[in-house]
């Protein structure tokens, strides 16, 4: 398989590729998406194009380019590493995460729409 890049994920999706960008990602108050992907993986592609396919706005980073992110993002979320991996923040916090074939778009937005309204109250 060809690799793609997170310069390929246009639109909905911001790389983070440092760990000052990953602490912009923690430090929002409302609903933050994270989209950990292996541009070399298969799997990683069909949750791309679910993710595309979700109508929200994602922090993507590349697992295979940033490992220390990664490892930083499963100490400080307490979710487990998994590639591909959605996980939705609330705060800072994980409030949902989903791995490989549990990566749907609808399964994606429900999660944001809940999380949000949750938020809210």
Known sequence: MDRWSDDDLAGSFTPVRDGTGLDAVFAQLGTAVLFLHDPYCPISARARAEMGRSGVSAWSVDVSRFRALTRRIAEVTGVRHESPQ????????????????A????????????VSAALAD
């Open 103 to 114: 990566i749907s778009a609808s399964a994606v937005d429900r999660a944001v729409t809940r």
């Open 86 to 101: 959605v996980i939705v923040l609330a705060g800072g916090r994980p409030a949902w995460s989903a791995s490989h074939g």
